[in-house]
Structures are given as structure tokens and as C-alpha cells.
């Protein structure tokens, strides 16, 4: 809660005080800092003695809180698993066969229009599906080493790419959700190379909405790469 406290001034010993020469004059000697006593005269403030009014204290409190920096609110915690996420194959920890494997098919040119990551929860499906978008869009890829400093790299690893769909198959699970992706699935890219679909939990779908993505799947325009990633590939 709010706390108010009485502000005292300690004394101050200024020296020895002398009237000014007219006793309740209205003006201060010419040349001196005087300050008013309560019977209208005046008293000079030796050097070091004067103290700032209450105003002067309030403008200097004002100026300082203007003065100092502002949070600007954009700095936001971050937690582990977000930031040390693998941006590379070699990063994979204890998923070197997948690295390898994806990196040699960029290499020679044999990407497959559709992949399915399967594994417990934290093995590194949804990473490894990035580094594979990143890989093919990188403005230097097709590359097994994505720079992961141009624009396509940052958007893809932060999820903003509108050319990467990042889809959760719990919550788009109906026949209506895959019937707008087919709509979609022929327009091409915006700016990069391929438009990706990664499907998370792609076992969530519902049959009817697996059947009718089943054509679309195995003959996709070329501009087009489908990765699926589930934790029960059965």
C-alpha cells in the first residue's frame, strides 16, 4: 500500500544573521541572497546555506523520472525448451540418422513431397520439421545448413512464415478443416520456395478427413511439401 511520512529538515547553522538595513522592506539588498523572516525582514543565505523551495524539489523529482529509461515491454521470459530449440541437423541431439538422412536427400535432390516424424513427446518432431523447412526455403538452399539468419529462416524458426502452415490436428480435426486446406493447396507461395504443412498430431485427424486428404497427399502440386509428426504412427 501507499505509506506517507512526515519529511523533516534538520537544522542547519548558518553562520551568525544579520538584518537587512530596512526592517520589513519588500526587496532584498542588491547583490545578495537573502531569504524573508517571518517578520518581513530579511536575513542573507551564506554560500552553501540556501536550500531549494518545494518547487524546485518537485521540478528536479519530475525531470528525473522523465529522464530515466522506460521498460518498453517487449522483453518477455522464454523458456528453456523455446530457447535452445535445434536450428540445425548437427544439433539433433541423438537424432543423427534423421539429420543425415534428410541432409543427404537435399544434397542429391531427392526431397519426397511428404514425410512422417514419429516418436515420444520431446524427441524432436516439430524441430526437425523445421530445419527441413528451413533447409529447402533458406535463400541459400536448397541446403543442408541453413543460415538461419536471412528473413525466410527467422520467420520459419519463430513460426510467422505464412508460407510455413503450422497445423494442430486435435483442434482441425474435421472433414471442413482439410476441404479449406485442399482450397489452398494450389496457390502458390508468397516468397518462398516451397509452401510447407506441418500437421502436429496428425493421428487426431478424423477418418473422413484423412480419406479426403489422402488424394491431395499423394499427388500434391510441386510447390507443395506435407510433414506430419505423431506420437502413435499406428
Known sequence: GLTAAAISSPPQVCGASRRAPAVGSLSAPAGEAMSRRADGSFMPDPAGCARPSLTQDVMADESSISASPKSSGTDQYVVIARRYRPQRFDELLGQQHVGNALSNAIQTGRVGHAYLFTGARGVGKTSAARI?????????????????????????????????????????????????????????????????????EVHMLTREAFNALLKTLEEPPEHVKFIFCTTEPT
Do not use: M, W
Request: hydrophobic share 30%; with cysteine; aromatic share 2%.
Open 132 to 200: 527441413l523447412t528451413k533447409s529447402l526455403n533458406c535463400v541459400h538452399g536448397p541446403t543442408p545448413t541453413p543460415c538461419n539468419e536471412c528473413e525466410l529462416c527467422r520467420g520459419i524458426a519463430g513460426g510467422e512464415d505464412i508460407d510455413v502452415l503450422e497445423i494442430d490436428g486435435a483442434s482441425n480435426r474435421g472433414i471442413d478443416e482439410i476441404r479449406e486446406l485442399r482450397q489452398n493447396v494450389n496457390i502458390r507461395p508468397s516468397r518462398a520456395r516451397f509452401k510447407v504443412y506441418i500437421i502436429d
